[in-house]
Structures are given as C-alpha cells and as structure tokens.
C-alpha cells in the first residue's frame, strides 16, 4: 500500500488527480476501525493531516469559512458561540478522544446518513467547498448528500472547507441513543431559526437514505412564527411543525430502531427544539 | 515503511511497518511499549488512549504513517522514574484497578482532565473519561481516585 503524506493542498490534489483510488484519511476515526477489521485494503491513503491549511478557520463575511481538518473539539472550544448548532451536534460525537481526533471532513467524507454534522450544516444551509487540480466548487449541503454514503463529489475532489453564516438566531440539536455518549444517532434534529430573513432551516438525520432537510416544516413555520410580537408558541403550531418534520422522512427498520419509531422520536425531537428555541428567541 | 518518531521524550525508529497499521500495534508490537492496551480497535474503549502531540487520542485510530515525525506520550512516559504520576498512584491508593485493562487508558485522560481542569466537578470528570470503557470496578473507585489526584493536585 502507498502513504502519500502531502505537505501542502496542491501537492494533496495533484496527487488525486494522479490516484483519484487513493483514499483521503483524516482523523482516520472511520478508516482505520475499517482497516483494523479487514473490511477494506486500499491501494493507497492520502493523509490529510499535515496540510496545515486545513486545520484552519477563518471569519468570512457574514459567516465562516472552516477548513475539512478542523477536529470537533476544536468547533466547540473556538466556534461554539457562533456555530452553536454544529457545536451541540459535535458535543454528541462519540467520545473526547473521538472529538479530539474525528473532523467534520471526515464526517461528509463518510456520509453516512447517520452523521451528527448534517443536521446543523443542513439547517445552517452551509455550502461545502470541494477541488480539484480542475478547480474549486462550492455545494449547498442540500445536494451534497447522493445516498446512503455517497456524496457530491468526483473522483479527484477533496473536501477543502466548508461555508456556514453565523447564527443571528436560537439553533438547537437533538439526537436520539440508548447512552450520552459514543452513540450512533437512532435518528437527529437540527433547528435554526434565523430572525434575519424570517425564515427556518432544518436537517434530519438517521431517518432517510441521506441526511435531508424539512423543506415543507420549514416553510409551515416560517409563516406560523411571529417574528416582531414573539408570544407562546400555540400547540398547533408546534403539533404540526412535528408531523411535517415526521413526514420529511423516509425511514427504515433496522437494528437501532423501527422507522414508526424514528418518525415519532422525529416529530417528539422537532416539538422540542422549537419549543427551546423559541423560547431563547423571546427571552432575547 | 521505517517510521521515526518521538515517543516519551525519546526518538525511535521502527523498520518494515505497513503505513496502514495503527500506532497502538506499532507501540506495543514494534516499539516494546505494550502499557497502552488493545481491546476493540475501533475506537469504543479508550484503553488505548495515548497523547499524539499533546492530545488525547485512541491510538488504535491513527495511522502508523500519520505518526511520522510527531510526538507520543504514552502511560509509560508518565512517571519519573520510580515515582508514579499523581494520577497514577491515586489509582494504586483507591484500588481503582482491578484487572487493570482499561487502566493505561484512564490514566492518560485522568492526566490530560487534571491538565486542563485542576479541580473537576463531578459530571466534568464523568464527562472527560465518557470515552474510557471498565467492565471491573464500577466506575466508583476510579471516580475516587481521579478526586483524590485532583486535589493532590490543587494542593501542591
Ligand atoms: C468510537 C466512535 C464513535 C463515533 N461516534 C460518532 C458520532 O457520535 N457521530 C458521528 O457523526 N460520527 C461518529 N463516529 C464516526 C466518525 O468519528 C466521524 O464520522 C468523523 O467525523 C470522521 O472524521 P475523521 O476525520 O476521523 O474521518 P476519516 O476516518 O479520516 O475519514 C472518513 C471518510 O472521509 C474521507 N475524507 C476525510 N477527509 C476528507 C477530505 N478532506 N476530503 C475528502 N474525503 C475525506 C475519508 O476518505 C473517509 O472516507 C464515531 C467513530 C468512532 C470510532
Ligand atoms: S483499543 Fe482503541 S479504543 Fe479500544
Ligand atoms: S479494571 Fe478491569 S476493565 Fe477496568
């Protein structure tokens, strides 16, 4: 098996280019248990780790531009104030040595529809920045998720960074498991509410092929929402905004849990974001 | 591969190790270092906890390739000399080890806790060691002894 161990982010991309077989790894917290166990012999692993660029972040804008290597632990210590929804769903992510190690690279590397990231890059309408020796190209999270682990992305393409506006409202995350910690999510709910342009976003995980997000809720609650006068919220409201959050999803029965569990848990989880979220918003 | 890196202060060198191999079986099988343990490979126990550059991590994770040209700190590298590490003799004093697997790995985020926080609440510790699995002691004697070398700690 080949090593590459590229210094810099040209060099990491002409070498794609060169291998596009290559497989990245960063934090490696999903490769190396598929190496440990036999499960997968690639040709040859891309490390990702020595770019330091990667392990950047910067303030663009409005927003952030967060490179692919940033670990979890680092989104909570140094972005959690601005990105509090990606930070609630990174503070779920398997262990601290997990969170010290696993990055949200890694995560849409994976895509696995279980992935905490998605809920909140989903609902935060985050683009993902990917290149190639071709170029660089920016992906809304809502088309980057192709299948149950599969994404967006060509052959020669890296993950360099990902876009996401700082809240200028309440976020909330929510996931379900049988512990607090080191948990797959049987099913996820990220909320953000962005009083700025009066509108919802919303992610949902582990309850479809992909993570997706709740167009049609979030569109419900848009209009529902008195943004200027912000009362409490009626229980219709927030019933209904739980059935549509349910009804976005396309779950399966499998081993964590039944897919009619997953879409009560769904519309139980969305009730009670909005409810947390609504009540930080009027409390503001 | 021949891979070179410093580990517990020293520079070693290993020679035909297979880039994909993770650095716990390069520790215990190439380096003679087998205080870090192997009980899942997969992330879940943290019995293999070692710090990578000063930071925790479960080193049957990383890459042995990845290792190249960085620092380790493993259990072995904690105690000066013949004398234990704080954290490590408050664990000798509470009988916090009984078939001692997951030890190596609670020590090192013990450490790594105490390095941060030097004086943990209860659910910070729980918290911090949320990623270090024992099927022995129950948990409340290790609760004991991270409190025990946390105010030794705050003491000194
Ligand atoms: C014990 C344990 C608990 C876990 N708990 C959770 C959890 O609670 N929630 C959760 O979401 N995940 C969890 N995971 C899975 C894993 O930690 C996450 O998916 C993490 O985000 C992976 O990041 P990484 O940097 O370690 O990825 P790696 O393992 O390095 O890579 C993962 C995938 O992404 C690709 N890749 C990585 N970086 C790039 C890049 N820059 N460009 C293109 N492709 C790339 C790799 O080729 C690979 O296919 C857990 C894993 C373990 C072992
Ligand atoms: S052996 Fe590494 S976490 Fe269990
Ligand atoms: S002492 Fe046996 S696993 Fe912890």
């Known amino acids: 098996m080949e090593f590459f161990k590229p210094a810099t982010w040209s060099e990491a991309l002409a070498i794609k280019a060169e291998h596009p077989d290559a497989t990245p790894i960063a934090g490696g917290t999903d490769i190396m248990v598929e190496l440990n166990f036999d499960v997968r012999r690639p040709g040859a692993l891309l490390d990702l780790t020595e770019i330091a660029e990667l392990r950047e972040w910067s303030a663009v804008g409005d927003g952030f531009r967060v490179g692919s290597g940033v670990s979890y632990a680092r989104i909570i210590e140094e972005l959690g104030a601005s990105l509090p929804g990606l930070a609630m769903a990174a503070r779920t992510v398997g262990s601290p040595q997990i969170r010290n190690r696993g990055t949200v690279g890694g995560n849409l590397g994976a895509a696995s529809p279980a992935g905490d990231s998605h809920p909140p890059l989903l609902a935060g309408a985050a683009d993902i920045e990917v290149a190639s020796v071709r170029g660089t190209r920016r992906i809304p999270a809502a088309e980057f998720y192709k299948g149950v682990k599969r994404n967006a992305m060509e052959p020669d393409e890296l993950i360099a960074a990902f876009h996401i506006a700082a809240a200028d409202g309440p976020q909330q995350f929510a996931k379900i498991g049988t512990r607090n910690a080191m948990v797959i999510a049987v099913c996820s709910f990220g909320l953000a509410l962005h009083p700025s342009t009066r509108t919802v976003g919303t992610g949902v995980g582990s309850a479809a092929p992909t993570p997706r997000r709740a167009s049609d809720a979030e569109t419900f609650l848009a209009g529902e929402l008195e943004w200027d006068s912000p009362g409490p919220l009626r229980d219709s409201v927030l019933v209904r905004f739980g059935e549509l959050v349910a009804q976005a999803a396309s779950p399966i029965d499998d081993v964590r849990g039944t897919a009619d569990y997953r879409r009560h848990a769904l519309s139980v989880m969305a009730r009670r974001t909005l409810g947390w979220a609504w009540d930080s918003y009027r409390r503001n | ?156």
């Not at chain 2, 408050?90 to 790594?112: M, N, R, S, W, Y």
């Open chain 2, 1 to 156: 591969m021949r891979l070179r890196c410093k580990v517990n202060g020293e520079a070693l060198e290993a020679d035909d190790v297979w880039p994909g191999e993770s650095l716990l079986y390069v520790l215990r099988e190439r380096m003679g270092l087998p205080g870090s343990k192997n009980a899942c490979e997969q992330g879940e126990c943290g019995s293999c906890t070692v710090y990578l550059d000063g930071v925790p991590v479960c080193s049957c994770l990383v890459a042995a390739g990845q290792v190249e040209g960085h620092e380790v700190t493993t259990v072995e590298g904690l105690a000066e000399g013949e004398r234990l590490d704080p954290v490590q003799q408050a664990f000798v004093e509470k009988g916090a080890v009984q078939c001692g697997f997951c030890t190596p790995g609670l020590i090192v985020a013990t450490h790594d806790l105490l390095e941060r926080r030097c004086q943990p609440s209860d659910p910070e510790i729980r918290e911090a060691l949320a990623g270090n699995l024992c099927r022995c002691t129950g948990y409340e004697k290790i609760l004991d002894a991270v409190r025990l070398a946390a105010d030794r700690k705050a003491a000194s």
